[in-house]
């Protein structure tokens, strides 16, 4: 079972969590692109065909919007960049990960599906790509993307507790980002061990670095930040240009030839005209204008670089000097380490901008001057940022930054109005990062056991804020269903875990309620009171009315009003369905899920918590838990596609092995290279 001095191994515990060992780090490299592909193969090679533009010409039409949202932003051209500029050794690591793909696929041609190997041989610039199409066009731009086919929300929690509020004197961790269950967000789990590395996390699928992770010293996770890396411009339309400072201006033109397979194995030419101008491409043209996309960090191709050094860093200082590089184009940082610090960070590629408040720069922004094409952007230490708070802990569940500790620590008037909003986009969205405020100021001794306690909490915190009104109108109502529904929620336990009765109910009820045009509080929520509000209901008689349209539909759907969460919301997996515990965070979960509708009324997870991790940095070295509901690998007829579901649905959290000696007491497989 010894490694060899020149030897790389990879050693699969029983959860398919490859360990993956070298002397070198190339070597290491090309075995964990290896382990990539060995675990999801279909999957990775159908992401890189998306991320090329050329998915519709591999497999068929139906990809062909997606093709030509990939060939307009030019990804692949700038991926081509990103990969011609990187430094060594970085670049000679992507080669070396992608070398431990094509050689996985060349061993072993039977495990990976025919219709998969048009993409093959994988080549860098397919993993810089999918990187800018996972990180740039979605995280940063999706939503501008989003209103510009309108024209023609993904997140996270986060904890670090310092040593004065841990019962052990340790500063521990909480990981737990919030994506969709499956695609380019896949979760791989993993332990990188080589020369002056040995980390242990998740990287996104394809990408070959964890992105949340901890090491011997310390450990970060992220949640996605309330951040404007990326315009929308409106472009007057004039001749075969557009104005720009009062004159026209031509658009630098290209015309691209997508192909198409067809039923019949042939291939169909598509042509896609890319109109750019001097603020990005066009995406999308209506009524005499044409709107263009600018997005903040396409140029900063040292995102794996910076990565790496995050992962190789023993202390706060050197941890700092990473991020200071600024690759990332957005996210904010939680870390812990073993000297008890803790830090939160808004990060990303932030515009200087010389006008305009947030609500300015959501929108449209003109663009026929150059008195709004911004050119550079904050430096790091422009950014909100807290270390080591009186309080004992930070936390973000993607609200802004001004509640990342209590008392605050960010001050809202030395931030630029149009770096992050003050408050959310409704207030509603404030419920989750309330709770999570809630637990971690209640208790001034958080052991690790309670940590992951708080981890699976599912008080639904909106009840608490919105039944002490509801409940008295709807009993004096003359709607009779309305009264039923009332003592159904007085009885209900205000949680959504899998027994709970009367959550169903509440549910739909609150969505009706904050799915309408007004606000639906009496009090909406306030920077001046940010644990306490929202609260109440403005109008307390058509919530009545919307909670017997509510109780209507439940007991249509489900013939009963006090109908068992579980028994609705489920965790649907390969070997079987188990009842879930969680919900959307716009009720005040901390223990995030959301589902999509199934036949006869029930709804399967399909997006939420994903990777979950906990840390504990002790004098011995960190010990962690974690959980991966979906399992570490997709490929068919592997054993570890959704084998944790079950563990998940019971609330719990199997031990991360990290010691070599963990690990081969509970060793899978081996293999050797």
Known sequence: MGQGPDETEILWDTWG????????????????????????????????????????????????ASDRRVRTLELPEHARRWAGNQDMPFGGYVEAFVAGMNAYAEAHPDR???????????????????????????????????????????????????????????????????????????????????????????????MPFPAVAFNDHLGWTHTVNPIDASDLYRLPLAGDGYRWNGRVRPFNTDTKVLKVKQPDGSLRADTLTVRRSVHGPVVGQ????????????????????????MLRATNLSQFEAALRRQQMPMFNTVYADEDGHILYHFGGRVPERDRGGWSY???????????????????????????????????????????????????SAEVPGYMTPRAPAKSAYMFRPQRSIEMLEGDSSITFAELQAYKNDTRMLAADRLLDDLLPAAR?????????????????????????????????????????????????????APRTTPDGLADPEAAVQTLAEAA??????????????????????????????????????????????????????????????????????????????????????????????????????????????????????????
Request: charged share 25%; glycine share 8%.
């Open 286 to 309: 209506r009524d005499g204008a044409a709107l263009a996309l600018r997005i903040a960090g396409l140029t900063q191709s040292k995102l794996f670089e910076q990565y790496w050094r």
């Open 17 to 64: 969590v490859p360990h993956v060992y070298s002397s070198n780090t190339d070597s290491l490299m090309y075995a964990f692109g290896w382990a990539q592909m060995r675990a999801h193969g279909d999957r990775v090679l159908r992401l890189y065909g998306e991320a090329r533009g050329r998915a519709a010409e591999y497999w068929g039409a139906e990809h062909l």
């Open 112 to 206: 990976i599906s025919e219709s998969r190997t048009a993409v093959l041989p994988v080549k860098p610039r397919d993993v810089f790509a999918h990187t800018l199409r996972t990180v740039h066009a979605t995280f940063v731009a999706g939503r501008d993307l989003r209103q510009a086919q309108r024209w023609r929300r993904a997140g996270s929690n986060a904890w670090a507790v310092g040593p004065s509020r841990s019962a052990s004197g340790n500063a521990m961790l909480l990981t737990n980002p919030h994506l969709s269950w499956g695609d380019r967000f896949t979760w791989f789990e993993a332990q990188l061990t080589g020369p002056d590395i040995d980390a242990y996390g998740a990287a996104l699928l394809g």
């Open 361 to 411: 720069w959501q929108g449209v922004v003109p663009g026929d001057t150059s008195a709004t094409l911004w050119n550079a952007v904050h430096d790091y230490e422009d950014l909100p940022r807290v270390v080591d708070p009186p309080s004992g802990w930070v936390q973000n569940a993607n609200e802004p930054p001004f509640t990342s500790t209590l008392p605050p620590r960010v001050d």
């Open 476 to 528: 004096a109502s003359d709607r009779e269903r309305a009264r039923r529904a009332a003592d159904v929620l007085a009885e209900w336990d205000r949680t959504a875990d899998a027994a709970s009765q009367g959550s169903v109910l509440f549910a739909r009820w609150l969505r009706a309620m904050v799915g309408g045009a007004e606000a639906p509080f009496a009090t909406p929520y306030r920077p001046s």
């Open 552 to 673: 209507q539909t439940v007991e249509d759907r489900h013939d009963s009003l006090d109908v068992p969460w579980g028994a609705v919301h489920r965790l649907v997996g390969p070997e079987g369905s188990y009842p879930a515990s969680g919900g959307d965070g716009l009720f005040g979960l901390f223990r995030v899920l959301r589902f999509d509708e199934m036949e006869g009324g029930r709804r399967r997870a399909t997006f939420g918590d994903s990777y979950v991790a906990l840390t504990e940095f002790t004098k011995e070295g960190p010990r962690a838990k974690a959980v991966l509901p979906y399992g570490n690998a997709s490929q068919p007829g592997s054993p570890h596609r959704g084998d944790q579901l079950q563990l998940y649905a019971e609330k719990k959290m199997r031990p991360v092995w990290h010691s070599r000696d963990s690990v081969r007491a509970h060793l899978e497989r081996r293999v050797t290279f």
